[in-house]
């Protein structure tokens, strides 16, 4: 191994692990914005959010990466998703699922 690598320690190692863990308790919430924005068939939420309409395959490799997405912003929010996007950007990560879970469900 080259002399400036060092191998991943224990702390670096939980970030994966929180990741995923972040990924399965929103699994259900994260299909239904998928099925909605994207009309996906099939949906596989792991490290990454995988989803198949079909005729064609996606991925996302984050929530935050699809959350942030103007697209399924517009989708979702209409006129009103940059207001949306600067509340979930103002929210800590931690509890950043849960404002998406209340706006989502939320909406009229």
């Known amino acids: 191994m080259a002399s400036w690598r060092k ?3 224990a702390p670096h190692m939980s970030i ?9 308790k929103s699994a ?13 068939t099939e949906i596989g ?6 989803w198949s309409t079909g005729s064609c395959t996606d991925e996302q490799p984050s929530v935050d990466t699809l959350m ?4 399924v912003a517009k ?3 209409g006129e009103s998703w940059r207001e ?3 509340a979930l950007a103002l ?9 998406l879970r209340r706006l989502y469900y939320g909406r009229s």
């Open 7 to 9: 191998p991943l320690e």
């Open 16 to 24: 994966w692990l929180q990741e995923n863990e972040r990924n399965a």
């Open 28 to 40: 259900e919430l994260l299909k239904a914005i998928v099925r909605e924005v994207y009309g996906a």
């Open 45 to 50: 939420v792991g490290h990454h959010i995988m």
């Open 68 to 71: 942030f997405d103007h697209h």
């Open 75 to 77: 989708t979702l929010w």
């Open 84 to 86: 949306v996007l600067t």
């Open 91 to 99: 929210e800590p990560a931690v509890t950043r699922d849960e404002v």
